[in-house]
């Protein structure tokens, strides 16, 4: 994964490299990126198929034809019997970044740094341990973000989250401050009920709220719902560009203070607001043109 801000991530899928049909038709779908996965997806007799079948379909130009979606590989955790295998591949091939679970602390982090032959890891934050030293996971170089792990995190905490995920709150928000202090993206864990697209917009919405970059997604039949919540709206954009347009006009006028629908307006608002309309414009600019059409 590039350092790059401003790059549109709403949606993450999740793919199983050991299927050669999904992941021909990721290719047209309207993801943001793509994950293909060598740990949970995929059975251990399959473990070596799927990663050469995963270090195949990055090959060649424009990472394997997937067009503006960065493509990530999700090894299995560090210590597992295909560890090491994976790393190596992943590190040797095309792949854009490396997805590495079950990162408990900051000498995970780098040791699955140093592995990785120069690209970017995303961490998963998946165990009561890396929550509570998500800051110095974070603050590893090559770190370049954060994906929650919910599910395994929920179990080892023997909470029952609900459709608020009130359990894991704190968890989310801890995970946040730390990617935010170090200037790293973060990443909505899975939603697993894949018929009930409601729950899902209620849950990507809960994402966006708390300050997620984007989400991960399980299946191709989420990617329209949760690109929906994390793109930018029309009404978004032209409040965006009121506000910043209010501002500009006070700090012209020589006013010390800009107000907007009744609304204090301050730097931090306009900065808020830029950044909006610089991933509103990078978003509409993607080549697929069916982000939104799934």
């Given at each position: 994964?590039?350092?790059?801000?401003?790059?549109?991530?709403?949606?993450?899928?999740?793919?199983?490299?050991?299927?050669?049909?999904?992941?021909?038709?990721?290719?047209?779908?309207?993801?943001?990126?793509?994950?293909?996965?060598?740990?949970?997806?995929?059975?251990?007799?399959?473990?070596?198929?799927?990663?050469?079948?995963?270090?195949?379909?990055?090959?060649?130009?424009?990472?394997?034809?997937?067009?503006?979606?960065?493509?990530?590989?999700?090894?299995?955790?560090?210590?597992?019997p295909w560890a090491e295998a994976d790393l190596a591949a992943v590190a040797a091939s095309?792949?854009?970044?490396?997805?590495?679970?079950?990162?408990?602390?900051?000498?995970?982090?780098?040791?699955?740094?140093?592995?990785?032959?120069?690209?970017?890891?995303?961490?998963?934050?998946?165990?009561?341990?890396?929550?509570?030293?998500?800051?110095?996971?974070?603050?590893?170089?090559?770190?370049?973000?954060?994906i929650a792990g919910f599910n395994d995190l929920a179990k080892d905490l023997h909470a029952?989250?609900?459709?608020?995920?009130?359990?894991?709150?704190?968890?989310?928000?801890?995970?946040?401050?730390?990617?935010?202090?170090?200037?790293?993206?973060?990443?909505?864990?899975?939603?697993?009920?894949?018929?009930?697209?409601?729950?899902?917009?209620?849950?990507?919405q809960q994402g966006l709220a708390l300050g997620f970059d984007g989400k991960t997604c399980?299946?191709?039949?989420?990617?329209?719902?949760?690109?929906?919540?994390?793109?930018?709206?029309?009404?978004?954009?032209?409040?965006?560009?009121?506000?910043?347009?209010?501002?500009?006009?006070?700090?012209?006028?020589?006013?010390?203070?800009?107000?907007?629908?009744?609304?204090?307006?301050?730097?931090?608002?306009?900065?808020?607001?830029?950044?909006?309309?610089?991933?509103?414009?990078?978003?509409?600019?993607?080549?697929?043109?069916?982000?939104?059409?799934?």
């Amino acid at each position: 994964m590039r350092k790059d801000a401003d790059r549109p991530r709403g949606t993450l899928l999740y793919l199983p490299a050991s299927n050669a049909r999904a992941m021909e038709k990721a290719r047209s779908l309207a993801a943001d990126v793509l994950l293909l996965d060598l740990e949970d997806a995929v059975a251990p007799d399959a473990k070596t198929a799927a990663r050469e079948a995963a270090v195949a379909a990055v090959t060649g130009g424009n990472a394997g034809g997937f067009g503006h979606r960065e493509v990530g590989i999700r090894v299995n955790a560090l210590g597992t019997p295909w560890a090491e295998a994976d790393l190596a591949a992943v590190a040797a091939s095309a792949a854009d970044f490396l997805v590495v679970p079950k990162i408990g602390d900051a000498d995970d982090a780098r040791a699955a740094v140093a592995r990785a032959g120069g690209k970017p890891v995303l961490a998963m934050i998946e165990t009561p341990g890396a929550v509570l030293r998500a800051d110095a996971i974070a603050g590893v170089p090559g770190i370049m973000g954060f994906i929650a792990g919910f599910n395994d995190l929920a179990k080892d905490l023997h909470a029952r989250p609900g459709a608020d995920r009130l359990p894991l709150l704190y968890s989310a928000s801890r995970m946040l401050l730390a990617a935010r202090a170090a200037g790293i993206p973060a990443f909505d864990g899975v939603f697993a009920s894949i018929a009930d697209l409601d729950g899902l917009a209620a849950e990507a919405q809960q994402g966006l709220a708390l300050g997620f970059d984007g989400k991960t997604c399980i299946h191709p039949g989420q990617l329209a719902v949760v690109n929906r919540v994390f793109t930018p709206s029309a009404g978004d954009v032209e409040e965006a560009r009121q506000m910043m347009a209010a501002y500009a006009e006070a700090m012209a006028a020589g006013r010390g203070v800009a107000t907007w629908k009744g609304r204090l307006v301050e730097a931090l608002h306009v900065q808020e607001a830029e950044r909006l309309l610089r991933l509103a414009e990078r978003i509409a600019a993607l080549d697929s043109g069916v982000r939104l059409e799934i």
